[in-house]
């Protein structure tokens, strides 16, 4: 039986039609000998998923994008997604859209933690995820806010260091930056004292080192008598600490009591002693006495013949005895207690 070449080519056609149908399909990822399923999900923003793009599983890719279909109203897009492995997916899983602007868009399965599992042809729920960008937008606003307050702060301190640098402001600054470059110059002058003061051949410090270390030197070579004198000063202090210190206090203080009993008697009339220090009779007998023996002694100087005779023949000098002292003892002291 001979074929004819329209029979032929017919025969051809439908069978690249259906090669055209079945690639098509395979490459939407619709496979047609294996194990396959369909799940269905809704968003509301697909962010640039199209069909054929990846459906991934903790990294693994389970299957593919088959079609994306919306109404009129592009309210509610709707995603079939054809699954080449059998994978179990709880119920509470998440089906989320993940965005790369560098590779391509793809759909990823966050697994829930149920026990149940979607059945085939079901519908996953889905959840919003913030692409790259967005998300970097999110981490970066805070910054940006910080970096907002800090420009402000910084526009004040510009124009709070605008008011103060005016004439009579940059004039004592340029005096201060004068007093700091003297400070230096002072703290320079300074150091190099110091270092000649730290030098460890010809610097005081080391000098005085050098006498600290001879004195103490000179306490080892002395530890002995050291030695024996604090052991002297420990007898002493022995000894000082056996002296009955208590029974001689005890004779001071009687002494003492004695003595102001004694005083105490002096202040009163009582006794030789305290007439003698408080009577004033015998004050004034004394004065009178005084007084007497002066006038006598004026007469004996006045009239000496009264009293002693040189001549052999002549006569006793008459007259009347000085009742009276001479006028140059009229101021005498005496004379005013003889008044009283």
Known sequence: MKISNETKI???????????????NFLKGKTFFGK???????????QGLANSNPVMINGLQVGTVYSITTDKNMKEILVNMTLNKDVNIPVNSFASIKNNPLGTTSIEIKLGDAQQYLPKNDTIRTET??????????????VLGQVKNAVKSLDSVLMTLAGVLDPNSKHNIRGILENLNKTTAGLTVSSASLQS????????????L?????????LANNNEKLTAVMTNLDKTTTNLSKLDLEKTLNTLNATVGDLKTS??????????????L????????????????????????????????????????????LVV????????????????
Do not use: C, W
């Open 10 to 24: 017919g025969a051809l056609t439908a069978i690249a039609i259906t090669l055209l149908v079945l690639g098509f």
């Open 36 to 46: 396959s399923h369909s799940l269905f999900a809704k968003y509301t923003n697909v």
């Open 129 to 142: 995820s913030a692409g790259i960008l967005d998300g970097a937008i999110q981490e970066l606003r805070p």
């Open 197 to 208: 003061l730290l030098n460890t051949q010809t610097g005081a410090l080391a000098k005085s």
């Open 210 to 218: 050098n006498n600290v270390s001879s004195f103490t030197g000179n």
């Open 263 to 276: 005083l105490g008697k002096l202040n009163t009339k009582d006794g030789t002693a305290g007439m003698l």
């Open 278 to 321: 408080n009577d004033a009779k015998l004050y004034n007998n004394l004065a009178a006495t005084a007084n007497k023996l002066n006038v006598l002694l004026d007469d004996f100087k006045t009239n000496p013949k009264r009293y002693i005779s040189f001549s052999v023949f002549g006569k006793k000098a008459k007259g009347e005895a």
């Open 325 to 340: 002292p001479l006028p140059d003892t009229v101021n005498a002291p005496y004379l005013k207690v003889l008044q009283k």
